[in-house]
């Protein structure tokens, strides 16, 4: 696998088989407050890996922020990159169309993360 720095752009063909570190950047139109947006780079999980602020360096976090919402606030996909995946992890297709990872016996479905069970993992075990 390879690591991608956000300096290196967008990569022209993707394999749609990979889960995908989604690069968002932030529209949302802040009024008459100063606060600037800048491009988020979220995982399979929904948890937040790093950070560019608009015009500073890109900041990627130790451990992924999970309290990261995109709740009263308006994002635009700017690019995708494959997700580099622990040992022993595996995607499977939800019933939807939806890719989920399981690893450690823990699945990214939304069903796991309210429940703490799914039939994702009933199915691989």
Known sequence: MFTLTPS???IPYIDKDYIMIQILREITD???QQISNGDYYVNSSGYLIGYMPQGKAYKEFKTPIKQFSKSRRKFKLIGEWPEELPEGA???Q???GNTYTIYND???CPGFKFRGQCKH???VA
Do not use: N, P, Q, R
Request: aromatic content about 6%; hydrophobic content about 35%.
């Open 30 to 32: 802040w009024g008459d």
């Open 106 to 108: 823990k699945c990214s």
């Open 94 to 96: 939800g019933s939807k």
């Open 121 to 123: 993992l009933a199915e």
């Open 90 to 92: 595996i995607t499977v």
């Open 8 to 10: 290196c752009g967008i």
